[in-house]
Every structure is written in structure tokens, then in C-alpha cells.
């Protein structure tokens, strides 16, 4: 199993900064690669959105309510990804999560494999008016 920790989530004025971090991992092999890494979000009362995701080419793609404001950047050597989040407001106030798909991992016995779509555990991020 794939398992994701986040961290860097809390309260912030409006106008504030705050950076996500999350980092992948396994207890049972080595994670090779993973494709895409982001950043989701889900407020109360709403459904689930993408905020930014980080592909393994250099690709990146924002929400449009985040775009110039946050800046989501990967270390491919680490498993992390990250989020820069400046210029916050209240209505990015939401429990966010990490995921990570298409992921290269090798196990004794089993090889190569390519597993998908993991999610962390989410973290509260509170912007204050």
C-alpha cells in the first residue's frame, strides 16, 4: 500500500501564505516513478475540485480561482510535492488532499507494477476574513 502524508495546513489571514507539503511512500517495495502528483480541495457542502496538478514531463495545470496565486512545484527524488498558497481568501477554505496516480512500483517477488490513484489523509487549511 501507497500512503501519502500531508502537513502544512492551519489559519491564516486573508491575503496570508501557507505551503502544503506531501510526501509518498510504501512499506512494501519502492516507489520507481509517479506520474501526476495534486492538489485537491473540498469545502464544505461542495464536491470535490482539482486545485493544481504537477505531471512528470514539467507539465502543470491550476484551477482558474488559483491561478497566479498558488504555485504547486515536485521533487521527484523525495516523492513530495508542494503548494504555495499567497494572496489566500476565505473562499479557499477547505480540507485539502494529496493524491498521486500512475505510479511505478517495484516489489520482490512481483516486479514493476503500475498502481493508481492514492489519496492522503487531507489537511484543513481556514482562511480568515
Known amino acids: 500500500q501507497v500512503q501519502l502524508v500531508e502537513s502544512g495546513g492551519g489559519l491564516v489571514q486573508a491575503g496570508g501564505s501557507l505551503r502544503l507539503s506531501c510526501t509518498a511512500s510504501?512499506?512494501?517495495?519502492?516507489?520507481?516513478?509517479?506520474?501526476?502528483m495534486g492538489w485537491y480541495r473540498q469545502a464544505p457542502g461542495k464536491q470535490r475540485e482539482l486545485v493544481a496538478q504537477?505531471?512528470?514531463?514539467?507539465?502543470?495545470n491550476y484551477a482558474d480561482s488559483v491561478k497566479g496565486r498558488f504555485t504547486i512545484s515536485r521533487d521527484n527524488t523525495k516523492k513530495a510535492v508542494y503548494l504555495q498558497m499567497d494572496s489566500l481568501k476565505p473562499e479557499d477554505t477547505a480540507v485539502y488532499y494529496c493524491?498521486?496516480?500512475?505510479?511505478?512500483?517495484?516489489?520482490?517477488?512481483?516486479?514493476?507494477?503500475?498502481?493508481?490513484?492514492?489519496w492522503g489523509q487531507g489537511t484543513e487549511v481556514t482562511v480568515s476574513s
Open positions: 504537477a505531471i512528470s514531463d514539467g507539465r502543470t
Open positions: 510504501t512499506t512494501s517495495g519502492t516507489i520507481v516513478s509517479i506520474n501526476a
Open positions: 493524491n498521486a496516480d500512475r505510479l511505478l512500483i517495484f516489489r520482490s517477488g512481483t516486479g514493476i507494477r503500475s498502481e493508481n490513484d492514492f
